[in-house]
């Protein structure tokens, strides 16, 4: 079966600081892997997604990067984190497209960042 | 473009009450895929169910229930008899069919059922 881990599990990181934030699947080869953040009371935003190894869309401007350095591993990464940055981080991973299921996303456990 | 609407914001019922939470989507395409997610406190996004847009069949697992109409571009949530361990953010989402479509999220629905 797959599963899906993030780390860590809450961080606080001071304004301008840097950040990772790391996301891995097991169980499955060349997912699609996505990134969310959840803001406080708010809605998921879609910030960037991957169909492959080193292949990233950015879906909003913001000061925060992805990458994936290999298969199943996607991170999110910030040089200088900003107050607004904080919020709830979710890291996601779909199966290639099925016919009568489109593309079923499943979500790791997240990560709380806040930014100080 | 694909846009999901919870018009409801928070409900709060008692236990064993029955509840419904609503999502009205909008979208150009005639292939498309809905979903209900829960949000416990915990956080993590617990995948409900998955309808396509060719699938009007309603269903029922246990205390859920989902009911789509396509008259209406709806496709709304039912939990009978609700209890405790319910109370959770429900999210609604739509995905249009081809590679590298992306989910569409409502702004979700904060349920909290009371003893």
């Known amino acids: 079966s797959q599963t899906i881990h993030q780390w860590p599990a809450t961080l606080v990181q001071p304004v301008g600081s840097p950040l990772s934030l790391e996301c891995t699947v097991e169980?499955?080869?060349?997912?699609?892997l996505y990134w969310y953040r959840q803001a406080a009371g708010r809605g998921l935003q879609l910030l960037f997604y991957s169909v492959g190894i080193g292949q990233i869309s950015s879906e909003v401007p913001q000061n925060l990067s992805a990458s994936r350095p290999q298969d199943r591993q996607f991170i999110l990464s910030s040089k200088k984190l900003l107050l607004s940055d904080s919020g709830f981080y979710l890291c996601a991973w779909s199966g290639n497209y099925v016919a009568g299921r489109g593309y079923e996303q499943y979500f790791g456990p997240g990560t709380r960042l806040t930014v100080t | 473009a694909q846009k999901v609407t919870q018009a409801q914001t928070e409900i709060s019922v008692v236990e064993k009450e029955d509840v419904t939470l609503d999502c009205v989507y909008e979208t150009r395409d005639t292939t498309y895929y809905l979903f209900w997610y829960k949000q416990p406190p915990s956080g993590e996004l617990v995948f409900l169910i998955r309808r396509n847009s060719f699938d009007e069949q309603n269903e029922i697992s246990g205390r859920y229930s989902w009911n789509f109409q396509k008259s209406t571009s709806s496709f709304n949530f039912t939990i009978t008899a609700s209890q405790v361990v319910d109370s959770a953010v429900y999210f609604c989402?739509?995905?249009?069919?081809?590679?590298?479509?992306?989910?569409?999220f409502g702004k979700g629905i904060t349920l909290s059922v009371r003893p």
């Open positions: 169980g499955t080869s060349n997912p699609n």
């Open positions: 989402a739509l995905s249009e069919a081809g590679a590298n479509s992306k989910l569409t």
